[in-house]
């Protein structure tokens, strides 16, 4: 049998979802190839956001990941609980392994183009590791908010990737309990997600964070839009808010 030659990808991604903006910060690696990249959303106004191949005043230490940058400073730390952990095959001899956090307190500052921020919010974690195929698609939901009842809520949901009927990596935390839920179904056009066991929340978008990137052999369409949830989660947990993003994202790597 041949070896195994695909690159190995490995990725940090934090994000701060709450009513007044929601930021992300990322560090992602795919062989020698590494990326990192930020974004702020705040309601009515544009995106601002950055991808690069450099440092780009990114740092990712521990539980805190900050930016710095002329326009922009980020500076978040999260309140880690430990996450959920799952492994997945992909293609016939790869593999991925990721760890979820979401519901989880995220405290700081933000200051971007002039408008500051202190942040006490609730966010979501992901880390993966993997030999991914050569061609992955993906939509994706992480998100946050309250129950009616003022449970603390968070979720990870995801079809095209580590999206088995069972031992998946979806997952809906209730004041920091994680369950599993079944497979999830995503509007096209982001607006949406439905759960098979029932339930469904609406999505209202902001803003979006986009990328388009040809490297011939990395070629990558993306676009992450951050915004507002409403609905009602598996179990009849029904939110009084919710705040987050959607993902979409093909790529060849």
Not at 161 to 188: H, K, L, M, Q, Y
Request: proline share 6%; charged share 25%.
């Amino acid at each position: 049998m041949r070896p195994l030659r695909r690159p190995l990808k490995r990725w940090r991604y934090v994000g701060a979802y709450g009513p007044e903006v929601m930021a992300c910060v990322g560090d992602a690696q795919i062989g020698p190839l590494r990326q990192r990249f930020w974004a702020v959303c705040e309601p009515g106004r544009p995106v601002v956001d950055r991808t690069t191949l450099g440092q780009g005043g990114v740092s990712m230490k521990g539980s805190r990941a900050q930016v710095d940058t002329r326009d922009v400073r980020i500076d978040l730390t999260v309140e880690e609980d430990g996450g959920v952990e799952t492994s997945h095959p992909s293609g016939p001899r790869g593999y991925v392994k990721t760890r979820k956090q979401a519901g989880v307190p995220v405290r700081g500052s933000i200051e971007v183009q002039g408008r500051s921020y202190e942040v006490d919010c609730l966010g979501a974690v992901d880390e993966t590791e993997g030999r991914h195929q050569r061609h992955t698609t993906w939509t994706w939901s992480a998100g946050v908010g309250r129950s009616v009842d003022g449970a603390r809520i968070g979720w990870n949901l995801v079809t095209g990737v580590n999206d088995g009927p069972t031992g998946s990596e979806r997952c809906v935390w209730i004041d920091g309990e994680p369950r599993e839920v079944g497979p999830v179904t995503f509007a096209d056009d982001l607006s949406s997600v439905s759960f098979a066991e029932g339930g469904a929340m609406s999505f209202s978008e902001w803003g979006a964070r986009e990328d388009r990137t040809n490297l011939l052999i990395l070629r990558s369409t993306y676009r992450q839009p951050f915004g507002t949830f409403g609905g009602v989660l598996p179990g009849g947990v029904e939110l009084a808010e919710g705040y987050g993003v959607m993902e979409w994202h093909d790529v060849w790597w």
